[in-house]
């Protein structure tokens, strides 16, 4: 009923900057809940950025001051801004999103497919 997709990674120097978008499509009414998570190889899924449905953000301390979440709730799209890369940042990262279907309060909960960001040295 709802799917996410993201896209926008790939491969970047050391102290260079992308834009990954998860893009929502579906029953979507609006977005409640969103959020970035990586895993890099050999390492548990972390938790990079979210932001809940009034706006609030919550970074990892690893990014904070670096990345940036954002959302565009018309485009049903949100974005994790990256800048000033490093190559610990290398990981996939998949978006996660909670997302209202219905003036019902009906809701889905899910994951994209995760996109590829790897950083260069």
């Known amino acids: 009923q709802v799917q996410l997709a993201e896209s926008g990674g790939g491969l970047v120097q050391s102290g260079g900057s992308l834009r990954i978008s998860c893009v929502a499509s579906g029953r979507v009414l609006s977005f409640n809940d969103m959020a970035w998570y990586r895993q890099a190889p050999g390492k548990q899924r972390e938790l990079v950025a979210s932001m809940d449905r009034r706006g609030d953000t919550v970074y990892a301390d690893s990014v904070k001051g670096r990345f940036t979440i954002s959302r565009d709730s018309a485009k049903d799209t949100f974005w994790l801004q990256m800048n000033s890369l490093r190559p610990e940042d290398t990981a996939v990262y998949s978006c996660?999103?909670?997302?209202?279907?219905?003036?019902?309060?009906?809701?889905?909960?899910?994951w994209g497919q995760g996109t590829q960001v790897t950083v260069s040295s």
């Open positions: 996660n999103a909670e997302v209202l279907m219905h003036y019902d309060g009906s809701t889905w909960h899910g």
